[in-house]
């Protein structure tokens, strides 16, 4: 499985895109990049999943480069709400297990 | 919307006890999945079933078993509690969609177990 390396930690303020980037340098040709979210005391749910180029949902953006290295989340302006970990995966298509990794804490400040 | 349930949010054991923790989801999912989540670890996957009474082992099987004898219901049973499986035990469900792209998991609130 590839490998994914995302910041520990970022800090923003309500109102600013918040991008949180991700690392994945051998991704492999079948793999997905997918996203889940966690707030505290609650289970992670499915953002947004993407091969590709650009993905975007009624909650987020994803950017992928053509060489698929690297991907990142792009969060249009943040509210408290938004205080979660983040969490990137790479996951072979059809693979049913996921790994989540530490994932980014987010924090947004009034 | 998908609802899972977990008949625990918080539970204390004693060491050497045999814990139940159960999961019921309500999509008619076929997958479903045991983790455990850890300060600084993230979630680790203790085991998963792609069907009644299918299981396969995850990366954290150890001290651990599983058992789904109904499609909505996986429970996973530590046989005698240690302290080192204190943790947030969370469960998971998806729909097998197919071979493109990777399914979607949904995560019940999570068990907050402790063991003295």
């Known amino acids: 499985l590839a490998k994914t390396t995302q910041p520990i930690s970022m800090d923003s303020y309500e109102g600013q895109e918040v991008n949180i980037t991700c690392s994945h340098n051998n991704i492999a040709t079948n793999d997905y990049i997918t996203w889940y979210q966690q707030f505290p005391s609650q289970g992670p749910r499915f953002i947004i999943q993407?091969?590709?180029t650009k993905v975007t949902n009624e909650v987020a953006s994803l950017f992928i480069p053509a060489d698929r290295k690297s991907s990142t989340l792009s969060l249009p302006r943040v509210s408290l709400s938004d205080t979660a970990v983040y969490y990137c995966?790479?996951?072979?298509?059809?693979?049913?297990?996921?790994?989540f990794g530490s994932g980014t804490r987010l924090q947004v400040q009034p | 919307d998908v609802k899972v349930t977990q008949s625990s949010r918080y539970l204390v054991k004693r060491t050497g006890e045999k814990v139940f923790l159960e999961c019921v989801q309500d999509?008619?999912?076929?997958?479903m999945f045991w983790y455990r989540q850890d300060p600084g670890l993230g979630l680790r996957l203790i085991y998963f079933s792609y069907d009644v009474k299918m299981k396969e082992k995850g990366d954290i099987p150890e001290g651990y078993s599983v058992s789904r004898e109904k499609k909505e219901r996986f429970s996973l049973i530590l046989e005698s509690a240690s302290t080192n499986q204190t943790s947030m035990y969370l469960c998971?469900?998806?729909?097998?969609?197919?071979?493109?792209?990777?399914?979607?998991?949904?995560f019940g609130p999570g068990t907050r177990l402790t063991v003295l």
């Open positions: 999509m008619d999912h076929e997958n």
């Open positions: 993407g091969y590709k």
């Open positions: 995966l790479v996951v072979p298509g059809g693979r049913r297990a996921l790994t």
């Open positions: 998971a469900s998806s729909f097998q969609q197919g071979t493109v792209f990777t399914d979607t998991q949904y």
